[in-house]
């Protein structure tokens, strides 16, 4: 079982929807959690924190849950600029990235 | 402020050749990292120091990778001999502490080894 596990992809939504992505670590003791964005053929830009409280950054809400070791990302009224990649990390000694979900926004 | 620098963006070599890359993190961030992102997947830690100090490198082959951060500032990856497998975004990232921090990733160098 991988470390961290994202939902494969890719995801193909038009614009305006609403789009979940989901994220489950193994590592009971992870204590820090991340959303990055990766663009094609770009290093990947920390999209988000994520704390036990869950936090919300405009369009984007990232909600934590310890009990089931898992980790959401949701976006409201997609975009075509979001269309990119979006990794999850679980951090604590070291962070352990997930392998990533595509999304593809359409007009 | 400055980002993560790292040198060469690209780099093409035949396989058996030997190549190394550079990176400068950003200004007073203790904790230095290297990864290994193949096409499709995530990034995959190689080593991690904290300041001029190895604190993770349970993944890197040994046999043939080598790194290190002279000073606790700049650091310099090596792979030598290079083989097809190495072929992939070599990622440099800087965070102000350990592993739980945020961390912060240079453009990488994108190798292929011929």
């Known amino acids: 079982r991988k470390e961290v596990e994202q939902d494969p992809g890719p995801f193909n939504v038009p614009e305006g929807a609403t789009v979940a992505f989901n994220c489950t670590y193994s590592?009971?003791?992870?204590?820090?959690f991340f959303w990055y964005r990766q663009d094609c053929r770009k290093e990947p830009k920390l999209l988000m924190s994520?704390?036990?409280s869950g936090n919300e950054d405009g369009r984007f809400t990232a909600q934590l849950n310890r009990a089931s070791q898992y980790i959401s990302l949701l976006i409201r009224d997609s975009k075509l600029s979001d269309s990119a990649t979006y990794l999850c990390?679980?951090?604590?000694?070291?962070?352990?990235f997930g392998a990533g979900t595509r999304l593809f926004v359409k007009a | 402020e400055a980002g993560v620098a790292q040198s060469p963006r690209y780099k093409i070599i035949e396989k058996r050749q030997s190549v190394a890359f550079w990176c400068n993190p950003i200004?007073?961030?203790?904790?230095l990292y290297w990864y290994q992102q193949i096409l499709g997947q995530g990034p995959k830690l190689l080593i991690q120091?904290?300041?001029?100090?190895?604190?993770?490198d349970s993944q890197l082959p040994k046999d043939r990778f080598s790194a290190e951060r002279l000073k606790g500032v700049d650091s310099t990856l090596k792979i030598q001999p290079a083989k097809l497998e190495d072929s992939a975004v070599y990622l440099c990232?800087?965070?102000?502490?350990?592993?739980?921090?945020?961390?912060?990733f240079g453009p990488g160098t994108r190798l292929t080894v011929l």
């Open positions: 990232a800087s965070s102000s502490g350990g592993g739980a921090f945020e961390q912060f």
């Open positions: 590592n009971s003791a992870s204590q820090s």
């Open positions: 994520v704390y036990s």
């Open positions: 990390g679980a951090g604590g000694f070291k962070t352990i």
């Open positions: 200004s007073g961030h203790a904790t």
């Open positions: 120091f904290q300041n001029n100090g190895v604190v993770d």
